[in-house]
């Protein structure tokens, strides 16, 4: 399954750009192909258990996958995957 | 002359529901004639039976009531700007409105979503802002401007001159100042009429709770993870909506949390490891992105004390400003959530620094270089 995956100013330094292609028939699987991808993706936002990092939420549209299925939803053509970290600025 | 004439609302059945209509007209009379010729029967409802311009009807040319010109006979000029305001029946809380304050607050008063109640309740509202700084700046310009009747505004700090490129609270001849007096002055120099309470000193757990018990509505402008953790529990034990707002490089992230329905920490259960998700400070952050995700945080609240449209409440709204975005994605309570849940097991405020695992000071008194 092709997909975008669309990451904060934060994860872009490691992907390069704003929105990338992935691919994964889980949101699982999507991550251990980015992390193939770009070295390093899966440990900014999981720690060394393979569990998402409380402060780093990933949607698939507009849905938060904690309340889908987390790392097993799966996914299909022409979906997007948004990955966000906690933000705190604000002076 | 092409002027440009303001209808209140009660007059607007006769203009086709138009809030401001173009009218050619040399003085006030003629124009008055001239907009009775387009929208018959709008004379009648301004001139009483011996063709005077009654006492509970106020007519501005520009900002100044006809009464202190030439009454009917003022001259108007191209471009000029009238606007007819009639006195307002019903007032629920007392809050006579002055003609300056209506004048000032005109182009709020014809809009049928607010009205003078929705004025008058703008001008009975106390919002607290947390932080003078690049977000509290607007929201704080905003609110004020929009006729809050008291703002708060909590900031240890003093100004630095690596403040001016964003915080538009403050200016050149502020640097080494309190923020918090430097707001203050901003403020009530752009409306007197606001009551500016300031706090300076950073929140913490021990006066957060105090501070914010003041207020009907919190504005989040802090920029660390301790203040933020702390300002979403305090709003929940409180009750009090929250209205969220962050930045940084050319991210904004808004949303606002409404008491019972979802907190910040349901949203992000836990912070960063310190470090990780850098600061404005450590990262930068584009100036003018405070403007748009501040008067954002500023409409929010407004819509909250109007009780109008639908609140950003629910949704995380995303801006991208690099490539000019703008996403909204769902946010809800969270059943487990450790301050809102259904079994809280935080139900006092804690040592937010330690939970951030940051240095140990004030929550909130995070230098920013």
Do not use: W
């Not at chain 2, 609302?9 to 003629?30: C, L, S």
């Not at chain 2, 007519?59 to 006195?87: F, K, M, R």
Request: with cysteine; aromatic share 6%.
């Amino acid at each position: 399954m092709a997909v975008d995956v669309v990451v904060t100013s934060t994860l872009q330094k490691i992907t390069g750009a704003k929105s990338v292609r992935g691919e994964g028939t889980t949101v699982g699987a999507l991550l251990d192909y980015l992390d193939q991808r770009f070295p390093g993706f899966r440990a900014q936002i999981s720690g060394s258990d393979g569990q998402l990092h409380r402060f780093v939420n990933i949607y698939l549209n507009d849905e938060d996958i904690r309340y889908l299925q987390a790392l097993d939803t799966p996914l299909k053509e022409g979906d997007v995957i948004s990955i966000l970290p906690a933000l705190a600025g604000g002076r | 002359m092409s002027v440009t004439v303001y209808i209140p609302t009660p007059f607007r059945r006769m203009t086709g529901n138009r809030a401001a209509v173009q009218i050619e007209a040399g003085t006030v009379a003629e124009l008055l004639d001239n907009l009775d010729q387009q929208f018959p029967g709008v004379h009648d409802l301004i001139y009483n039976s011996e063709h005077h311009i009654p006492q509970h009807i106020n007519i501005y040319v520009n900002n100044q009531e006809i009464g202190a010109l030439d009454g009917d006979q003022t001259a108007l000029s191209q471009g000029d700007q009238v606007a007819i305001i009639p006195a307002i029946a019903g007032g629920q809380d007392g809050l006579a409105m002055t003609p300056e304050q209506v004048t000032r607050y005109s182009r709020h008063i014809i809009m049928n979503q607010v009205g003078p109640t929705g004025q008058r309740k703008i001008m009975g509202a106390k919002v607290l802002i947390v932080g003078a700084g690049g977000l509290g700046s607007p929201v704080a310009l905003y609110l004020t401007l929009a006729g809050v009747g008291t703002i708060g505004i909590v900031d240890f700090d003093v100004v630095d001159l690596s403040n001016l490129q964003r915080q538009i609270l403050h200016q050149n001849d502020d640097i080494g100042r309190p923020k918090v007096v430097s707001a203050r002055e901003t403020l009530n120099a752009y409306n007197p009429d606001v009551k500016v309470i300031t706090h300076e000193t950073p929140l913490t757990s021990d006066n957060a709770m105090e501070i914010v018990a003041q207020y009907d509505i919190v504005v989040n402008g802090a920029d660390n993870f301790a203040a933020r953790y702390l300002v979403n529990d305090v709003c929940v034990f409180l009750e009090k909506p929250l209205v969220d707002g962050s930045i940084l490089l050319f991210d904004g992230q808004s949303t606002v949390y409404l008491p019972g329905k979802g907190c910040y920490r349901c949203l992000f259960p836990q912070p960063p490891p310190p470090g990780l998700v850098p600061s404005c400070a450590e990262a930068g952050v584009l100036g003018a992105l405070c403007g748009l995700v501040g008067s954002i945080q500023a409409t929010e609240t407004l819509k909250l004390i109007l009780g109008i449209g639908d609140s950003l409440h629910g949704r995380l709204l995303l801006i991208d400003a690099l490539a000019m975005e703008v996403r909204a994605l769902k946010i809800r309570r969270d059943l487990n959530c450790v301050v809102c849940g259904d079994h809280p097991t935080v139900t006092e405020l804690i040592d937010y620094d330690a939970f951030c695992g940051a240095a140990p000071v004030g929550a909130g008194a995070h230098a920013e270089a």
